[in-house]
T-cell receptor, first 111, second 114 residues
Framework: GQNIDQPTEMTATEGAIVQINCTYQTSGFNGLFWYQQHAGEAPTFLSYNVLDGLEEKGRFSSFLSRSKGYSYLLLKELQMKDSASYLCAVRDQTGANNLFFGTGTRLTVIP | SAVISQKPSRDICQRGTSLTIQCQVDSQVTMMFWYRQQPGQSLTLIATANQGSEATYESGFVIDKFPISRPNLTFSTLTVSNMSPEDSSIYLC???????????FGQGTRLTVV
């Protein structure tokens, strides 16, 4: 089975940096994804990690440690529009190699 | 990437009735998926819609309650049958292009059962 944990809510200030953590336990790890979801909208893909290390994409970076079952999403130079839910998802190659999502972290950016 | 159109975008239904949600993709895809997102929660995979064969359901979901059709490589439907208020949720269609990379999602169908 899969167990994916994220903080439920976070608040950060405009212009600051925020780190959203995700820990996971899965029997057949085959990649970790981060998605952004604004209220009432579909999730949109942010990043993908399958090897250990940091992947940087503009203001967003994602880190993975497979040995620790740990990832984080780092958001720099926060903007008000970054207020959204951030979903950590793990692909489990056991069985059908499906994606399994954490409960999501609701980030609120304040002025 | 893929453009995924879902309809209806929202509906309010009476308990005991059924609703069919349509998902249309702008390109042929091997795998299509249906997710449910209950209020304030994350996404839960309902089933994989297989073209030309029966859908593969995840634990806790059954064909009688959530029948799925996949007549071709660009289209799928999910029916929520004999609805109860507990079925109030957002239902999302998803595809992966190519297989096992990031998933793309439709805009979702917000269902309220009264």
């Amino acid at each position: 089975g899969q167990n994916i944990d994220q903080p439920t809510e976070m608040t950060a200030t405009e212009g600051a940096i925020v780190q959203i953590n995700c820990t996971y336990q899965t029997s057949g790890f085959n990649g970790l994804f981060w998605y952004q979801q604004h209220a009432g909208e579909a999730p949109t893909f942010l990043s993908y990690n399958v090897l250990d290390g940091l992947e940087e994409k503009g203001r967003f970076s994602s880190f993975l440690s497979r040995s620790k079952g740990y990832s984080y999403l780092l958001l720099k130079e926060l903007q008000m529009k970054d207020s959204a839910s951030y979903l950590c998802a793990v692909r489990d190659q056991t069985g059908a190699n499906n994606l399994f999502f954490g409960t999501g972290t609701r980030l609120t950016v304040i002025p | 990437s893929a453009v995924i159109s879902q309809k209806p975008s929202r509906d309010i239904c009476q308990r005991g009735t059924s609703l069919t949600i349509q998902c249309q993709v702008d390109s042929q895809v091997t795998m299509m998926f249906w997710y449910r997102q209950q209020p304030g929660q994350s996404l839960t995979l309902i089933a994989t819609a297989n073209q030309g064969s029966e859908a593969t359901y995840e634990s806790g979901f059954v064909i009688d309650k959530f029948p799925i059709s996949r007549p071709n490589l660009t289209f799928s439907t999910l029916t929520v049958s004999n609805m109860s208020p507990e079925d109030s949720s957002i239902y999302l269609c998803s595809v992966e292009i190519p297989l096992n990379t990031e998933a793309f999602f439709g805009q979702g169908t917000r269902l309220t059962v009264v």
